[in-house]
């Protein structure tokens, strides 16, 4: 189904983009298609066309992966967006070192960005040598599994208190007709989650070492059995697992139809749209269970420059909005992100937003988001071998392990 | 698809001409008008695919990524390549997905040719609904194959729903089978085309040759499968030649039913290079790609114009 949706928003794309954007229009490309993420989005351009003007013109385009890629061919061909989503990281340095984004330092300045905008390291995603080249709008976290509690109970199991525990309880799950591991099969699924149960086994310090520092020495040592643990719940997962988007696996959840999917935050979205209650009908269970942490994923946006100054005028203005604590709290509470700022009023939040802003307190539990670190070119590599791995069992742990260390070694 | 089918086209219809012409030595070699007609045409071929191609090849061997540059580093990106789990798998599949593909659709196209070729009513129906899946995008058409292949809402579910419980058919859920749904789905594509060039084939052939083979007793199924096919050369050639050229940058089928997944199990090398140089932003490491794609290419295009000079060299040697 939502590959349909791909494809309408590809041709409204290409649509868009070949008729000229009046003055005061500036056309955003992001990938937020999911019902939970069009809340979220639609609050944006809400709050944009209320400032008077200027109009927000959508450009959804589903999967972040082509998403990006519009946006850097369009920027590439000389017919930039008027803003576009990515991740923090590495995804828009070459953009930035070849200086064509526009330069949000004096109103970041002004704003004081630097001041509210929390943990530091959701800044330095944006904040490159002294300038600020794009907004983060929130943070999203990987490290949550959400668990249905109607399933648990018709399995007749406690809820997991860790990896170890689910895999011992998936059986009856699977007795009840229940399926114990919802995964979808695209490679970012799979390496996604691939990467928490990795954290969890390793705890922070060590995934640091390894994907920051490069320690082959340490990869060497500790990957077999990373890939040891998640072959294992290859066995827990179904047959329709191929292909299938992350918000159809989530709904498999949302129905009771299987116990637990590890994914990032904005799967809380989609309980929200379908009137789920957190600790009533789904648990979240931050991860690892025993000393939850938080990665610092998320989504920014970049604002292309533009030749006509009154673009540039409400590209700034957007901006700012982006900021903005009253809309940092209408857009986080639909989309199921923390704010990246602590001043805003987060009321309407839920038990497990609740949850992911008493974590985040602690420096000591954020998870720095491997994307920080790793450019596309070697996310995708582990990506490709991580859903290699998972597909094909007659790839040994010890390839797949090797693998690995030969991608970290030749990372750029 | 258009510049890799055109020297078959100049085999059909050109040779002949140039042929023609060289007998009287004194015409004047360039004809003005045909020459400003055809400008355009040239300009944009060598623009386009000799530039860009030159192009290609050079930022193989540079550590290009979102902005090409002319850092050489040798070989590298080709060794990455070759080392790439992915990239062999994809060299593989492409094989088997080209063999499979071309086989059943030009055995399947030749039978349905030789079915509508038996003078039957409403042939322009049949060759319209045979015809129209060519006219589909193979996004379209893969996603609703892509569905039918769902176990949990396509075929498999809905055999299970009329009573048998056990039947299983999904073959995209699977590594070892995802890529003989791929084909599948290609297939229905690929035949209608295939049908409607042999059957122009089959057409062409003289009816007094049927006479003859008729006279002399010959079965028609002998008949079709040992005079009549050999003597549609022209027509089994384009038809190949177009399937070829659709097996190589096969991208849009796999894309829009599996992904390149399970895993990688049905990735394909013009998969392998939209993403690098898109979403990878590496440029340097899909213009390698993309250049081993091309190495088939030329040398499918090069054994074509051996053949054809040979064909010619005949010829004179017969005038």
């Known amino acids: ?412 | 698809m258009t510049q890799i089918a055109e020297p078959g086209e100049r085999a059909a219809t050109g040779f002949a001409g140039t042929a023609a012409e060289r007998k009287p030595r004194t015409r004047k070699k360039f004809n003005i008008q045909s020459v400003l007609g055809t400008t355009p045409m040239i300009a944009t071929a060598i623009g386009v695919f000799v530039i860009c191609i030159i192009f290609s090849i050079i930022w193989s061997f540079t550590n290009s990524k979102l902005f090409p540059n002319f850092n050489f580093i040798g070989l590298a990106q080709y060794e990455r390549l070759w080392a790439n789990d992915r990239w062999n798998i994809s060299v593989r599949n492409l094989a088997v997905f080209g063999v499979l593909s071309i086989g059943i659709s030009m055995v399947f196209g030749y039978l349905l040719a030789v079915f509508m070729d038996q003078r039957i009513k409403q042939e322009d129906l049949f060759r319209s609904i045979f015809l129209y899946p060519f006219a589909m995008s193979l996004v379209v058409t893969g996603l609703v194959w892509q569905w039918m292949f769902d176990p949990n809402l396509g075929i498999q579910s809905a055999v299970r729903q009329l009573g048998w419980a056990n039947f299983e058919f999904a073959p995209l859920v699977k590594q070892e089978t995802a890529l003989y749904g791929l084909v599948l789905g290609g297939l229905w594509n690929g035949v209608g085309v295939t049908m409607a060039i042999l059957l122009a084939g089959l057409r062409g052939v003289d009816s007094e040759i049927w006479k003859a083979a008729k006279v002399d007793g010959i079965p028609t199924w002998k008949t079709y499968l040992f005079i009549v096919l050999p003597m549609m050369k022209g027509a089994v050639a384009t038809a190949f030649i177009l399937q070829m050229t659709g097996i190589v940058r096969v991208f849009d089928i796999v894309i829009a039913m599996t992904q390149g997944g399970p895993g990688v199990s049905t990735q394909m090398p013009a998969v392998y290079v939209i993403q690098h140089i898109t979403d990878r932003v590496n440029v340097g490491q899909g213009m390698a790609a993309a250049t081993m794609m091309l190495l088939p290419v030329i040398i499918l295009i090069g054994l074509q114009y051996l053949l054809q000079w040979n064909a010619q060299r005949k010829a004179r040697k017969a005038a």
Not at chain 1, 82 to 91: K, L, S
Not at chain 1, 232 to 261: E, M, Y
């Open chain 1, 1 to 412: 189904m939502k590959s349909v949706v791909s494809v309408v928003a590809l041709v409204a794309a290409a649509l868009l983009g070949s008729t000229s954007v009046r003055a005061a229009d500036v056309e955003v490309i992001h990938w937020w298609t999911s019902g939970g993420e069009q809340a979220a989005v639609s609050v944006f351009a809400r709050e944009f066309d209320a400032l008077g003007g200027d109009k927000w013109v959508d450009t959804a385009i589903a999967g972040g992966e082509n998403a990006r890629s519009a946006t850097l061919q369009r920027i590439l061909g000389g017919d930039p967006p008027g803003a576009a989503q990515f991740n923090p990281g590495r995804q828009y340095e070459e953009l930035i070192a070849g200086n064509m984004l526009l330069d949000l330092t004096d109103l970041a300045t002004k704003e004081n960005w630097a001041g509210f905008i929390r943990p530091a390291s959701i800044s330095e995603a944006c904040l490159v040598d002294g300038h600020w080249w794009c907004v983060p709008v929130n943070i999203h976290s990987w490290n949550w599994a959400w668990a249905s509690v109607p399933a648990f109970e018709k399995a007749g199991v406690e809820l997991p208190t860790s990896f170890d525990d689910f895999l011992s309880k998936a059986p009856k799950l699977q007795e009840a007709g229940i399926i114990p591991f919802a995964i979808g099969g695209e490679s970012w699924q799979i390496n996604g989650a691939f990467g928490v149960i990795q954290t969890s086994l390793l705890g922070l310090e060590k995934r640091e070492k390894i994907l920051k520092d490069k320690d082959l020495e340490l990869a060497k040592a500790e990957m077999p059995a990373v890939f040891e643990k998640f072959r294992q719940f290859k066995q827990f997962s179904d047959a329709g697992s191929a292909n299938r988007n992350w918000n159809d696996t989530t709904n498999l959840v949302v129905t009771d139809q299987a116990g637990l999917q590890v994914m990032g935050d904005w799967a809380r979205g989609e309980f929200g749209v379908a009137g789920e209650k957190a600790g009533v009908d789904y648990a979240c269970l931050a991860l690892p269970i025993d000393h939850p942490t938080v990665s610092t994923g998320g989504d920014i946006f970049l604002f292309p420059k533009q030749s006509d100054p009154a673009v540039e005028a409400a590209q700034l203005k957007m901006a700012s909005m982006m900021v903005n604590p009253q809309v940092q709290a209408l857009f986080n509470n639909a989309k199921g992100s923390m704010p990246i700022r602590d001043d805003v009023d987060m009321s309407l939040a839920d038990d497990c937003m609740k949850r992911g802003l008493e974590i985040i307190k602690d420096p000591a539990n954020i998870a720095v988001d491997a994307g920080r670190w790793q450019s596309n070119d070697t996310t995708g590599q582990f990506n490709d071998l991580v859903a290699q791995f998972w597909a094909d069992d007659a790839m040994t742990v010890e390839a797949a392990a090797e693998q690995y260390v030969t991608i970290l070694q030749n990372a750029d």
